[in-house]
């Protein structure tokens, strides 16, 4: 219990000065409730943590978004490269002819060489060709070459995702060379690497007629 002191003149007249002593609280003043004490608490914690659930939010999303992104890249790498490994077996099995570009998929799943999810790229929406075979050119008078007219075939473009059905976003595409190599190249680099397959092209034809 506190107390508390007032001052009281005398009457008038008098320089008299009474002090009188009272138990209690001051007056003019109220005490918080526990109530709406833990009230406040409460409700501080409550924001404190929508602002470290937004924060985590801002740092976690972006992240989580890469990752994805990241995982389905990895998964077309890989069927890009299965799709090569597939006409790279086809040849060896074919005495070194290669399946025709017209229907080259289907015809790789019917001979058991890819399964058809190889051609079905997670990061193409849709149907079509999601992939594009280009096979070299073959000696005069005939529709196909082999992988063995290419003296290199680190350079040769066997098959790639079409970029045609990549939307505006996507810059990168996978490659798969005639070497079983795979790699992601802008889009705006394809142009020149297939300038340089058709001068590789145009060599072939030239050595073998």
């Not at 972006?62 to 389905?72: I, L, N, S, V």
């Not at 079983?180 to 680099?189: F, I, K, L, N, T």
Request: hydrophobic residues 40%; contains cysteine.
């Amino acid at each position: 219990m506190s107390t508390y002191s007032t001052l009281e003149r005398g009457g008038t007249g008098t320089g008299e000065i009474r002090t009188t002593r009272y138990a209690g609280r001051y007056p003019g003043r109220r005490g918080i409730s526990k109530g709406l004490l833990i009230g406040l608490i409460v409700g501080g914690a409550v924001v404190a943590g929508l602002v470290v659930l937004t924060c985590a939010v801002g740092i976690f999303l972006p992240a989580m978004g890469k990752a994805r992104e990241a995982a389905r890249q990895l998964k077309d790498s890989t069927q890009v490269r299965a799709a090569a490994m597939g006409i790279t077996l086809y040849a060896q099995n074919k005495n070194g002819e290669l399946p025709t570009v017209e229907g080259w998929g289907d015809t790789l799943v019917a001979e058991g060489f890819i399964t058809p999810e190889i051609l079905d790229l997670v990061r193409i929406e849709g149907g079509g060709n999601q992939m594009i075979y280009t096979p070299p050119p073959g000696p005069k008078g005939a529709a196909l070459g082999t992988l063995g007219v290419l003296t290199k075939p680190q350079e040769w473009i066997l098959v790639r995702e079409n970029e045609a059905l990549f939307p505006a976003s996507m810059r990168n595409i996978h490659v798969g060379f005639a070497d079983g190599r795979v790699e992601m190249v802008d889009v705006s680099q394809l142009p020149a690497l297939l300038a340089r397959q058709e001068a590789v092209a145009a060599e072939i034809k030239a050595r073998t007629e």
